[in-house]
């Protein structure tokens, strides 16, 4: 998975609790991206990141935050997490603009 | 809403088979149409991507044929393998002032059958 890991690999949280996930990249790139699966929707950008310190919104932001503070780390926050935010997330790197997108295994989400 | 649209959800072909699967975007400001191919429990992997100046490209078995006027399209495999048995994504992008940001369909499932 090119020197991506994510973590944790596997998540079941309540309603209402704050939930961090964590991308880890050992390849230097400048662009990191945040998506969620889910069935008949494909892939659906969250935020993303152009440097350190740097991000901006993807079309599903809403009830989400970043924080990238150093190159190699990417993290999502979901404040309050919610039933719908049950999803299968994945982190994606790439080395520059329009370049190959190399994606982490996946953080299976539940929110009960 | 949906930028590009992906068809069809499912295809079952049989080995040696050739499916297509289609991709019409709606915003001609899209300059980059990459395939990925992901299997269960693992991420998408890049495939093979094209650039609007040209209407062809082709990889291996992979090929991508690209209609700029109807702003369509597709990805052929040629000798269809029960290997290749995957979901597919089709995705667009454009650059922009912070980067640039994938839009991809919703997906075809392919099953190829010994």
Known sequence: ?112 | QQQVKQSPQSLIVQKGGIPIINCAYENTAFDYFPWYQQFPGKGPALLIAIRPDVSEKKEGRFTISFNKSAKQFSLHIMDSQPGDSATYFCAASIKGTSGSRLTFGEGTQLTVNP
Not at chain 1, 57 to 68: A, F, L, Q, T, W
């Open chain 1, 1 to 112: 998975d090119a020197g991506i890991t994510q973590s944790p690999r596997h998540k079941v949280t309540e309603t209402g609790t704050p939930v961090t996930l964590r991308c880890h990249q050992t390849e230097n790139h400048r662009y990191m991206y945040w998506y969620r699966q889910d069935p008949g929707h494909g892939l659906r950008l969250i935020h993303y990141s152009y440097g350190v310190k740097d991000t901006d919104k993807g079309e599903v932001s809403d009830g989400y935050s970043v924080s990238r503070s150093k190159t190699e780390d990417f993290l999502l926050t979901l404040e309050s997490a919610t039933s719908s935010q049950t999803s299968v997330y994945f982190c994606a790197i790439s080395p520059r603009e329009q370049e190959t997108q190399y994606f982490g295994p996946g953080t299976r989400l539940l929110v009960l």
